[in-house]
């Protein structure tokens, strides 16, 4: 700790880049400031993960009764109106709740824009603070196409908070984003049509299982169009034509799903000399950036890894470690999951089923899940895993496409995180029955 500083670390941005790291570096005893223009949380609580997955949760229920539609009878049917006030009720009290945790930590919250005057000072809104650290987490914002009417599409964030459901959705991008929203939407009863720029949605995905998912929102009725260059928006934000190369596609409401891009404007990286490029701030293997005492955390920085919430949760949390002197190795990252919350899902950990194939470093092995009789409970009928084990029989990926691959590539992460060879499995016992005992049965 210093005492030359107003603080031993600033923050600027209180999203998971921070604040899973911060709470922890103030218990330690640490001076701790975080700097926010927004909503506290960032986009995962606010505009992102958990909306998303409370909008989603009617979308399961609604599928399994399909599945299960001669035990469950009648037609289901989601309330737009209701699912929405739900997630405002589930969503709109953490900012308060995670501002309040910040401050039970003793950190000072400023509300207001951050920017660097130089490398232990920050300018927030017009007042200067000064720290012996700076962590810059300002996170990610999304990508706008560039074409004539662009002000008429709307991004992810009016997507989770349309009051109405529109009755035609045209979602522009076939990406995380785009066939979460898509899953979302369809199951609500709009009219959904994907607007794809190639012609492979989820490109960090093996095709086999993303091709399971589009073909089932496919029967559900979406219309995929694929190889699509929007030209222009025009008529109004409610009632748009948007032009494209394959004609026009006429619709209540366009989604620009395009990527996000990095917060690194305006925020004095140019003046104190820290790099940047499109992909975000340029760090070292120990989230330092080109200027010695500012760091860059979560979706802004540039690492290498997914831009996801675990991601960023991990480096604030391994900053705590390097400023408190726990540590002073390098970032070591563990692989990191990921899923696309769509119905069914895909989730995967470490080396993918593509990767595997291509060398004989691995072995695969492919299982048909349908045919599991805990599977045949819910009547699942798209429901594949794949492992992929090393020379030594460690598993080092898996793959699954089901309504529970999240749960089921969830559960089998310490055998990925762990390197556990099979008599260290053996010494675990899951709880029985489970989808996640039959998953670790498998390794
Ligand atoms: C629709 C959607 C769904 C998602 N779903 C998932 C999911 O299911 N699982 C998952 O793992 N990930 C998901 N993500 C990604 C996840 O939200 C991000 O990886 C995570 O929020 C990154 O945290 P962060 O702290 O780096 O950035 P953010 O959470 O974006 O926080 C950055 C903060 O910095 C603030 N800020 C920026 N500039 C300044 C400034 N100059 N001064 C002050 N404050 C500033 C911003 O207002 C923002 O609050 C989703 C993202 C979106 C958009
Ligand atoms: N379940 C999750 O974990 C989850 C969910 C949502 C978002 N996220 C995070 O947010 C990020 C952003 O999500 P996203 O879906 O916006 O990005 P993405 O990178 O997943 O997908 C972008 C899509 O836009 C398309 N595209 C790019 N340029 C285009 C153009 N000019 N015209 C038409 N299409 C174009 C791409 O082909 C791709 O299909 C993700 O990469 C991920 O890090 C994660």
Known sequence: MTNNFDYDVLYIGAGHGTFDGAMPLAAKGYKVAVVEADKI???????GCNGKIALDLPVQLKETQQRLKNIIKGDLSIDWTQNMLNKHKVIDGLPGAIEGGLKAFGIDVLHGYGKLVDNHTVDVDGKNYSADKIVLATGLRPNRLDVPGKEMASDSKEFLNLEELPVHIAIIGSGYIAMEFATI??????????????????????KEYVDDVVNDLKEKGVKFVENTEVKEFHGEKCKMTIETNNGPIFTDFALDATGRIPNVENIGLDEVGVKYDERGIIVDDHLQT????????????VTGQPKLTPTAIFESQYLTSLFSGETTDPIEFPSIPTAVFTSPRIAQVGVSVEEAKKSDEYTVEEHDMTADW?????????????????????LVGATEVSP?????????????ALQLDKSQINKIVHLFPTIGSDAWQQL
């Open 41 to 47: 949380g960032g986009t995962c609580p606010n505009w």
């Open 185 to 206: 939407a369809n199951a609500a009863g709009s009219q959904v049509t994907v607007l794809m720029h190639g012609d492979r949605a989820l490109r960090q995905f093996d």
């Open 290 to 301: 080109s200027v010695e005492g500012i760091y860059a955390s979560g979706d802004v920085a």
């Open 374 to 394: 805990y599977r045949a409970i819910t009547n699942e009928h798209i429901a594949k895993r794949t492992l992929v084990f090393d020379k030594q029989h460690h």
């Open 404 to 416: 529970e691959a999240d749960s089921v590539i969830d559960s089998i992460l310490p055998a990925v």
